[in-house]
């Protein structure tokens, strides 16, 4: 359950980050998650809900997780013609070459959250 | 109140990694991240490396796993310095385990470093440890399917170890439709068909070592 442990990494993000801002209450995180990024975005979620129990950190228990979902894309310079990868990453649908370049599917980033201070 | 963050969710893995590099650089010590499923056979691939090369050089060994000493055991028994992490059920190696290891080895004292990773197809492809070259190890009682199963480990690894090829005439495994898989997924990734068991193959890796180390000395 690698979620569960890349679930830790965007906690301790937003840790650092709302302490410098004296935000002790999150109550919305933005993921964004790739196709090829080794997430599962339903894993996530579990995840996420699993730490919003946790005492240790500043996830309010009726906080909300989006995950914008980004789907693969290669780019073919031979054909010069975007396409979906399939199992076999790189071979262009058209030209049947391992000549695509993998564009996008990658991403995984934390694009904001939300909080308050209630101090 | 909104916060833009627009962070990479593995930003302080990065950060470790970076840290790694820069020491590895230093010292001129070649680091390889070794990958694969469990019982691909990482670590008899390692015993026969160090059997080979360590009258030239000296090798230290991280062993990843989720419990025991066992593979650190194996690798201490021919006289290479092995330090294990036990990730207590953490699928992966990252960054920050590294470097916390690091300072129980004398990396100016060390010319290869191998980092077995936690056996796992998925997970361990991710995490940058701060190596300079990443390889994959696949046996053929695996199956031809697993290349394109695991798209996101070998994108991410420039060699495969074709292992236990002394198995081949009692399996249907086949070794072009394999390299012919990897080009789809990676064509800048090589193929080395070797068996630990039997030694053969084994000498292309071994080269490709040397070459990594006299790369590494001569930057």
Partial sequence: ???????????????????????????KVELIVG????????ALEMAFDAYKLQKDNRLTEDAQLIIHFERAKAFCPICEEEYEPQ???????SCMLPSGQIIAGETFRVLSYEGSSTS | ??????VDVLTNNNRAAEFNRRLFEETKTLVINLMSSPGAGKTTILEKTIEALSKDFRIGVIEGDLATEKDAERIRALGAQAVQINTHGGCHLDARMIAAVLPQFDLSEIDLLFIENVG????PSGYDLGQQHKVAVLSVPEGNDKIPKYPTMFMR???VLLNKIDLLPYLDFDVEQAKDDLKGINPQSSLIPLSAKTNEGMDQWLNWIREGIARCKNQ
């Fill in chain 1, 87 to 93: 199992s076999r990453l790189v071979q262009c649908p």
């Fill in chain 2, 157 to 159: 690894t420039e060699l």
């Fill in chain 2, 1 to 6: 109140m909104k916060v833009t963050l627009e």
């Fill in chain 1, 1 to 27: 359950m690698h979620e569960m442990a890349l679930m830790g990494e965007i906690v301790r993000l937003i840790e650092q980050d709302a302490t410098k801002r004296n935000i002790d209450a999150v109550t």
């Fill in chain 2, 120 to 123: 796992n197809l998925v997970c």
């Fill in chain 1, 35 to 42: 196709a090829l990024s080794n997430a599962l975005p339903e």
